[in-house]
């Protein structure tokens, strides 16, 4: 059975019907008229309000309209909704009029369209609302590679994957064309490549909506490499699968990425990385980067400004730290491509952005394989470097102590007063092979 409730508020008196059934509680609607109530008082005593006042009210209905049609109830119960102010009165500007003054009703207005909200997927058709716990645990089994996903744009973003959509095609095509962008003049030595062609492989991380996939498709015509895309979440996988049925679209973590197996899948030519980054796992993207840098030859990546920045910085900084000096050993060149809005984005993060080009050094020619010529490591210089930052604002002496008993080899008076902050990338190789060569190498 079906029961009419009648809403009423202080602004319009009776509003209109709204059938309520079990599946679509009373309190909910109540309680989404009450704030909008709220919000147009607080607004009416500050300023003139009729814009407002018309948006959030027509708002309420389209959330409730919204509602009843996705719980299966027919919206011809509502058939009109008296208008506050009619479409024709006039904005008034300055002071309150007059409560004398005549104001124009219409009655029987059909119900208004919420504007799109930024943070926040819809399609021209209907709203959907965020899947249930049930509906995301059944969710890998209910949607299979190549099932219709014509409604992909219902998905919500999943914060606990750090997902912000890019949207700007603009933007999206700069960062493709990037991986194409000539090498600079001064690394000649470190790397024996100018450009990617069209058979070199790309990997591209998150894909999501699929913004880039589309593109680098595009930009290469007849692809001759190895085109693959690595997704967490299943709804996009089936999207992408559905999309582009020759994508080799794979289903797992980026941080349990086997960068060897997939460079051996491409016949053994280095990996060009391309994607957008989860902002919360950012850190650990990058530092399975530097532990694979010998499968991978550069990657064009999107990821938080204040991180971007980190990578560029330079000793005696506050953004100076342990990904800036590991990322500088291993890549001759770390470019700033451009500062991307929040804007740019869906939903809009709180933050802005930035893409960055890391090129990698060929295997036998970074800094790290030419300077480690003794006993020490790469593995021992990560661990130099990391002891060191853990307190950096201490001198090496302090920082370093539990490393230099254990050595039991005292630093140099110079290089014991010195901070970590002021030490450049290749100044830590020195430090670690005089720590862990058989012979001393030599501190400057």
Known sequence: MTFFVLLSSPYMGAVGLIPRTGTVALSVLQTKLQSTTKAISARSTKQPCFS?????WFKFFSWADHTLSFKGLSTSTISSVPSPISAKATPVTGRRASSSAP????IGRPIRRAPVHPNKFYSSERFMPPPSAEEEAAEPEARQPGEDTKNFYHFFPKKSLGQNWLKDEVIARNI???????????LKGHVNWDSVDENQPIVEIGPGRGALTGIIRSEYEKPKYKFTAIELDQRWVAHLTSTYPDLDVRRMDVLETDWKALREEAGGQRLNVIGNLPYNITSEILFSFIESSDHIRQAVITMQLEVAKRLISKPRTKDYGILAVMLQLYCPAVEFL??????AFRPIPKVDSAAVRLIFSDPGCDSLTQKLTGEATKAQVRQVVRMAFNQRRKCLRNSLSTLLQQRERPLPERWSNMRPEELRPEQFIDLTRYLFDEVPYPLE
């Open 103 to 106: 104001r124009e009703r219409s």
């Open 176 to 186: 493709v064309i990037s991986l194409k962008r000539p090498l600079p003049a001064h």
């Open 52 to 56: 407002f006042f018309r948006s959030s």
């Open 338 to 343: 451009v500062k991307i809005p929040p804007t």
